[in-house]
């Protein structure tokens, strides 16, 4: 069966960086079997989490109060198997409705934070990231690895790796030869990864 692979895409530029990032690594993964499902988190209404706890009371359910777009990212999420979070780093960290999406799920998928502890509903579900970034990523992206590694630790979720691109400037051409030998390599080991 092919595997479904969700990319959650943080970039509000639609030919930037990390979309170009993504072509050759979403072209490999297809190559090699994968169904992937790009979502362009600024086209959507995607507001934050307002911490009520609604989410909470029915360990069964996504259970968000805000009616807006994160329900149907909630069912993509839950019948993906490997989940892509793409994003230009911005201030150390992903986009606005990247955390945005990050702490509805963190509570909506986390059953945690009620009475008593429930289950992680994405239990075991596989997460990679695809960055691009102003800084050598070693300086630019490596807070964010390692506040989704935590993340991912915290949510019983298994955390696949980065791949990170870095941006040399507004005058300088991003997308070369090397970076899409790296997207394509990584595209084959997250496979590799996921194997059944
Ligand atoms: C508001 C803003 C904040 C940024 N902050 C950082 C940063 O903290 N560290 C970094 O390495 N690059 C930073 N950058 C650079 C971007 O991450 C980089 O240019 C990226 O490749 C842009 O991707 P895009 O073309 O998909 O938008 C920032 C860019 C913007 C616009």
């Given at each position: 069966m092919e595997r479904q692979v969700c990319i959650l895409m943080g970039s509000p530029?639609?030919?930037g960086n990390t979309a170009a990032l993504l072509r050759p690594f979403t072209a490999e993964l297809e190559k090699l079997g994968c169904r992937c499902e790009t979502v362009w988190l600024y086209d959507l209404d995607l507001r934050p989490c307002r911490?009520?706890?609604?989410?909470?009371?029915?360990?069964?359910?996504?259970?968000?109060a805000i009616r807006d777009d994160m329900e149907d990212i909630f069912r993509q999420v839950l019948a993906c198997e490997v989940l892509v979070l793409a994003t230009p780093i911005y201030s150390w960290y992903c986009t606005p409705p990247m955390k945005a999406v990050l702490d509805r799920l963190v509570y909506g998928m986390n059953k945690?934070?009620?009475?008593k502890k429930g289950p992680?509903?994405?239990?075991g579900k596989a997460v990679a990231l695809v960055t691009t970034c102003g800084y050598p990523p070693e300086k630019g992206a490596d807070l964010w690895e390692s506040g989704v590694k935590r993340y991912c630790k915290h949510s019983q979720l298994r955390y696949l790796g980065m791949l990170a691109g870095h941006d040399h400037g507004y005058?300088?051409?991003?997308?070369?030869d090397e970076k899409a030998y790296r997207a394509r390599e990584f595209a084959r080991s997250l496979i590799l990864n996921t194997e059944k």
């Open positions: 530029r639609k030919t911490a009520c706890r609604t989410c909470q009371r029915d360990w069964n359910i996504f259970g968000c945690y934070y009620g009475e992680a509903l994405w239990a005058n300088s051409v991003f997308m070369e």
